[in-house]
């Protein structure tokens, strides 16, 4: 196994985010990145970073069991998509996953057992299981719109996901730019 170590930075966005339904534009995004402390002060470089919009059409190839747009379907989404990464493109080096949503990492990890977004949890779970067979995976939490660069930029490419933006480019970009 490799000495290299995966953080992951998983973020959603809800535009709306009370009384929620299908049509609620939520999104998710991830930034994988290596040599980061976790510490948000910039350290590791960026390997990649990615986002989408939530799912909720039960009949798209893309759906994994959200019944509705919400900031917390949008964390899990993110959650699932960073799983997703780690089974396809990870290898098998460590990897850490780190959110500013307790409800969608705690879930995720089995630590907590969902009461809604069932089908969703289960599914995140699901990955959650099949990827720590492979690697050694955690998930720490980050709090929010402290200056984290890298859970700032995820919130960031989630937030523009939702309003259907495009980000502004990583070289561009300040930290706590909405």
Request: hydrophobic letters at 40%; one cysteine or more.
């Amino acid at each position: 196994m490799s000495e290299r170590k995966w953080s992951l930075y998983v973020d959603g966005s809800c535009l709306g985010n009370q009384n929620v339904d299908a049509d609620t534009p939520a999104a998710w995004a991830v930034v994988v990145v290596t040599g980061d402390n976790g510490l948000g002060k910039g350290n590791g470089e960026l390997h990649e970073e990615f986002s989408d919009i939530v799912v909720t059409d039960e009949h798209h190839e893309n759906y994994i069991g959200a019944e509705v747009g919400s900031n917390n379907t949008a964390e899990l989404s993110g959650f699932a998509a960073a799983l997703r990464w780690l089974l396809v493109e990870g290898g098998e080096e460590h990897a850490v996953i780190r959110a500013d949503s307790q409800y969608a990492g705690n879930l995720a990890c089995g630590a907590w057992k969902a009461k809604a977004n069932r089908e969703l949890v289960a599914h995140v779970q699901s990955l959650w299981d099949t990827v720590s067979q492979l690697r050694p995976l955690t998930w720490e939490h980050v709090r929010a719109h402290r200056g984290h660069r890298w859970n700032e930029r995820a919130d960031h490419l989630a937030l523009r996901k939702a309003q259907g933006e495009i980000p502004v480019p990583l070289t561009f970009w300040k930290p706590g730019q909405r």
